[in-house]
């Protein structure tokens, strides 16, 4: 479904069939001279045929058509190797294009592995939990990469673009502000009614302290529009800024409470923790579910260790938490 926002500017409802967030919002900014696309959906047939039908409907030439990747999950990066042509260029954060670098030669996968033995996940799921290297990576090494950062400005059609970094959802993640029009193209940081996942994933990063950092530095523009990776366009920019702040300060709250109990790896963290999804406990929770989860408990955890609140010990191999002088 193609919807018009403003001249010139579209945006696309690709269909996310394997994925719980249902679809993802591509936006599209028509020229004479070159197109841009920003964020494309997976790497699948459903995704592909959504995407060709709302191009055809807006009259793009892919040939003359360039790409923004707010970041490299596969639901915003996956269709670029399908859709790119000669001489196109694909706008992207160094730091993204790393992990798409890593994805590709598996070190990803080892990454996973030390996380997965750290936060007592059970190891027998392992090899259900792996990224699949398929083909939308295969590509990387030939694909052409601009590298954009925090400050860049990009020119598409009559909007200038400015690059903010946002780091939080991941590392290298991407926004795209227009001073002029006051709208905001926000990928994964900002959602209107869900809240953007934030992963922990080793003892050495702060990833929730970043994305705190980064609602900050949004919620000091001039933003009377958000254009979101998923769901809805909203207006209340600020008021949404606001309950994530307040969402995540009630969510430390939370994870403090359990570890209280003392001696608790991530995974048993997770496991107290309460979640938004349609189980009546945690031991049916679907793997990936349950794997996210862990990932967003181990996020709070060290921003909570960071902080100075609760410590971490290493016992058989596994990190396990208790406030801090118990």
């Not at 793009?60 to 670029?80: E, R, S």
């Not at 950062?149 to 059609?157: K, L, P, T, Y």
């Not at 009614?193 to 929730?208: A, K, M, W, Y």
């Not at 919620?219 to 207006?235: C, N, S, T, Y």
Request: hydrophobic share 40%; with cysteine; aromatic share 8%.
């Amino acid at each position: 479904m193609v919807q018009e926002i403003a001249a010139g500017l579209y945006t696309i409802e690709i269909p996310l069939p394997v994925s719980q967030l249902r679809s993802i919002n591509s936006y599209i900014i028509t020229a004479p001279a070159r197109n841009m696309i920003i964020d494309t959906g997976m790497y699948h047939d459903d995704c592909m045929t959504a995407m060709q039908a709302g191009l055809h409907e807006l009259g793009v030439d892919l040939a003359k058509t360039d790409f923004f990747i707010t970041h490299c999950h596969g639901d915003h990066f996956g269709l670029v190797p399908r859709l790119i042509n000669n001489g196109a260029a694909i706008y992207i954060n160094t730091r993204e294009a790393d992990v798409l670098q890593r994805i590709k030669s598996g070190a990803i996968i080892s990454e996973i592995a030390d996380f997965i033995r750290a936060s007592g996940f059970p190891e027998s799921e392992v090899d259900h939990i792996f990224p699949d290297r398929g083909s939308a990576f295969k590509r990387v090494d030939s694909l052409p990469f601009r590298f954009v950062d925090d400050g860049d400005c990009i020119e598409a059609g009559d909007y200038q673009l400015q690059c903010v970094r946002t780091p939080g959802h991941t590392k290298g993640h991407l926004c795209l502000y227009e001073p002029t029009k006051k709208f905001l193209i926000a990928g994964d940081h900002l959602l209107g009614d869900i809240t953007p996942g934030i992963q922990g994933r080793c003892n050495t990063e702060d990833p929730l302290k970043e994305y705190l950092q980064s609602l900050d530095k949004i919620a000091a523009l001039d933003i009377e529009m958000v254009l979101p990776g998923h769901r809805r366009l909203f207006k209340n920019c600020h008021e949404r800024i606001a309950e994530l702040q307040e969402h995540h300060r009630q969510r430390a709250q939370e994870v403090m409470a359990v570890v209280r109990e003392g001696g608790l790896d991530t995974y048993q963290v997770a496991s107290r923790m309460t979640w938004d999804v349609d189980c009546d406990s945690w031991d049916v929770f679907p793997l990936m579910q349950q794997f996210f989860a862990t990932g967003e408990a181990c996020a709070h955890l060290r921003y909570l260790e960071e902080q100075g609140i609760i410590q971490s010990e290493v016992q058989q191999g596994r990190l396990v938490y208790s406030l801090r002088g118990t």
